[in-house]
């Protein structure tokens, strides 16, 4: 059953605490992204990779790391510095072949922190 | 920079066609539609793509109109589980896709 997964869905943490949130995906794409989603809002672009050991800054990168160190996997740790962490995460990868592109998405990870 | 317009909201009786409108009257060329919705607290779900001509899938259909300055999506018999957030992106490959605030459609029994 191919997909992408993450984990936990629910994540709670005190302030201060970093925290890695988990995505993987069995799809054989090259490429995955990492999105935040506040209340009502569209998704903004934390991080994104094209490639294994390679990945470039989004728009709203400052406070968050990732690491690819993997193909399947693409883990976004939520630093201290972020200042306004609790949010919803998505994660999705893309195949980036025969021209197209598409994106497809995990169900996300809604992380609060207290 | 928001290349796309869209209603923030819309009501659509179930059963009935459902009609969701975008603008992108600065698309370029070689840059698609692509239409992806989100149900509520869920990862956001790919429904259709098109460059000029009208596509169809299982899911949806997608006409652009001819100068390719607009677009709409259509659920053609909508249900309850289609009310979710409806997404229209410009998008030319090996861009970022750029999720404005969507349309949320309410499916009304």
């Known amino acids: 059953d191919g997909g992408i997964t993450q984990s936990p869905k629910y994540l709670f943490r005190k302030e201060g605490q970093n925290v890695t949130l988990s995505c993987e995906q069995n799809?054989?794409?090259?490429?995955m992204y990492w999105y935040r989603q506040d209340p009502g809002q569209g998704l903004r672009l934390i991080y994104y990779s094209q490639i294994v050991n390679d990945f470039q800054k989004g728009d709203i990168a400052e406070g968050y790391s990732v690491s690819r160190e993997k193909k399947e996997s693409f883990p976004l740790t939520v630093t201290s510095a972020q200042k306004n962490p609790t949010a919803f995460y998505l994660c999705?990868?893309?195949?980036?072949?025969?021209?197209?592109?598409?994106?497809?998405f995990g169900p996300g990870t809604r992380l609060t922190v207290l | 920079d928001a290349k796309t317009t869209q209603p923030t909201s819309m009501d659509c009786a179930e059963g009935r066609a459902a009609n969701l409108p975008c603008n992108h009257s600065t698309i370029s060329g070689n840059e698609y539609v692509y239409w992806y919705r989100q149900i509520h607290s869920q990862g956001p779900q790919y429904i259709i793509h098109g460059l000029k001509n009208n596509e169809t899938n299982e899911m949806a259909s997608l006409i652009i109109t001819e100068d390719r300055k607009s677009s709409t999506l259509i659920l053609p018999h909508a249900t309850l589980r289609d009310t979710a957030v409806y997404y229209c992106i410009v998008h030319n490959y090996g861009q970022n896709f750029v999720f404005g605030p969507g349309t949320r459609l309410s499916v009304l029994p």
């Open positions: 799809l054989n794409h090259d490429a």
């Open positions: 999705a990868s893309s195949a980036r072949t025969s021209g197209m592109d598409t994106q497809y």
